[in-house]
């Protein structure tokens, strides 16, 4: 059957360059606006893709809660059709599975939509093209996971997103714009021309109204310049990060094999898990090294400590991994990691603070950290750490928004409960000075020569 696409002008360079020549080991990013159609112009070319070669393909949410309505059950308000009954035609379909979002079709291959914060789901699969959708928000772990079976399997990857910030995506346009054979660009609303000038006026106007005069041009020239420079709004470490940089202490921070390293966890039990590994000099909190990872069992994590070159002074696990679980026969994760795999100096925190109190507590740490800049992972998820958005009150919630950033920014939360301000010692008192009527000062030496003085008169 013949299926025709209406591909608009400004997405066409996207378009050609995956189309063109074949799709094999191809790999694309568009940062592009608002109404661009990022997702509709990925559908059209998985739809071809599984035409052409029948095989797995993907487009990946950052979280699989939000796939269903941004993917799977969105509908085309120009047509009244669902956006995949328009890309996947149904006399093409061998099956559709709702409840899993996945569609097999007569010629072999399948396409289901997925989330970033379920990648450790995916072992064995073999993918031959995914689209990372809104690429900014999602899990950057994600594509470590799944780019070894592209390349095993000469496969294609698209990234579409709007900016948040200078954090993974940015990176990854830069990468792409810098190395041969991608594709990388930015699309905004002047070179589309796809909204006319009094609508962008309109939201701009709406944006400032609200989110107020600085943060709603911030989000205008965002969502629609497609600047990488707007503060992401809500972000709770957004200003200590950006006064760490300006004062040096995001930079390379060496390991310094004369003093112990601690380290600090937040342990993912269906997700990641990290570990921060930190030093402390006077009153300096340096972070020397991180280590994420999602899907592995505790001696994974144990073979990690082990296998790092240094000498370790405690090993901090968050509260709950004293609980006894089932599925380790009613042991903790405190017993296996000490009593199984011989990690020593396992200390537990104790639950004493609530989320905000922690956050708080990390934001007087701050100031102290010194952070190694190659932990782009820890830096991104701290700069992506933010508050969620009432959209009823129009004002942000005290509590975050849970997603990827959360096991980073609770260990570093951790870390805050776990380090102490050293004791300043108390300067010695020498010679104290003693106070004789109003105004008169005198040591004690002098009171003691003045006594002398007047014993020897009467002698």
């Known amino acids: 059957m013949i299926v025709q696409r209406r591909i608009r002008n400004y997405q066409a360079p996207l378009h050609k360059y995956m189309l063109d020549g074949g799709m094999d080991n191809k790999r694309a990013i568009c940062v592009a606006h608002r109404r661009w159609g990022k997702d509709e112009i990925a559908l059209n070319v998985t739809f071809q893709a599984l035409i052409d070669r029948p095989a797995t393909y993907w487009t990946c949410l950052p979280e699989f809660s939000q796939a269903r309505k941004a993917i799977w059950s969105a509908v085309n308000p120009h047509t009244g059709l669902r956006r995949i009954d328009e890309a996947f035609p149904e006399e093409l379909r061998e099956v559709t599975n709702e409840g899993e979002m996945f569609i097999r079709f007569k010629n072999g291959a399948t396409w289901q939509v997925i989330g970033s914060d379920r990648y450790n789901s995916l072992v064995g699969a073999s993918v031959a093209g995914i689209t990372f959708s809104e690429w900014a928000l999602a899990n950057p772990s994600a594509w470590g996971y799944i780019s070894p079976m592209l390349r095993e399997n000469n496969g294609w990857a698209m990234f579409v997103t709007t900016p948040r910030g ?83 202490r995001i930079c390379e921070v060496e390991y310094d094999p004369d003093l112990p390293v601690m380290t600090v966890w937040d342990i993912g039990y269906s997700d990641d898990t990290v570990i921060l590994f930190v030093q402390i000099v006077a009153n300096e909190v340096r972070i020397i090294d991180t280590y994420s990872a999602n899907g592995h069992n505790l001696e994974h994590y144990a073979e990690v400590i082990s ?41 537990i925190l104790r639950n004493t603070n609530t989320e905000m109190q922690g956050i708080l507590a990390a934001r007087h740490l701050f100031p102290r950290l010194w952070i190694d800049e190659d932990q782009e992972d820890f830096l991104n998820a701290l700069g992506q750490f933010r508050r969620e958005w009432d959209d009823e009150q129009k004002c942000f919630r005290d509590r975050p928004v849970h997603d990827w950033t959360n096991h980073f920014a609770d260990a570093l939360r951790y870390l805050a409960w776990v380090w102490k301000e050293p004791v300043k010692p108390k300067a010695p008192i020498l010679n104290p000075t003693l106070t004789i009527g109003g105004t008169s000062t005198m040591t004690m030496n002098d009171l003691i020569k003045s006594v002398s003085k007047r014993r020897a008169r009467y002698d």
């Open 307 to 347: 296998g790092k070159p240094y000498e370790y002074a405690r090993h901090w696990l968050p509260h709950d991994a004293q609980a006894k679980t089932l599925a380790a026969a009613g042991r903790s994760v405190y017993e296996q990691l000490t009593k199984d795999y011989g990690l020593e100096s396992v200390n």
């Open 166 to 248: 200078k954090n993974h995506a940015y990176e990854m346009y830069n990468y792409g714009m810098r190395t041969e054979g991608w594709f990388a660009e930015i699309s905004n609303v002047v070179d589309t021309g796809a909204f006319a000038e009094a609508q962008l006026d309109e939201i701009r106007a709406e944006y400032i109204a609200l989110y107020g005069a600085d943060f709603g041009a911030a989000q205008f020239e965002q969502e629609y310049m497609c600047s990488f420079e707007a503060a992401i709004l809500g972000s709770f470490y957004g200003t200590e990060l950006s006064v760490a940089r300006s004062e040096g």
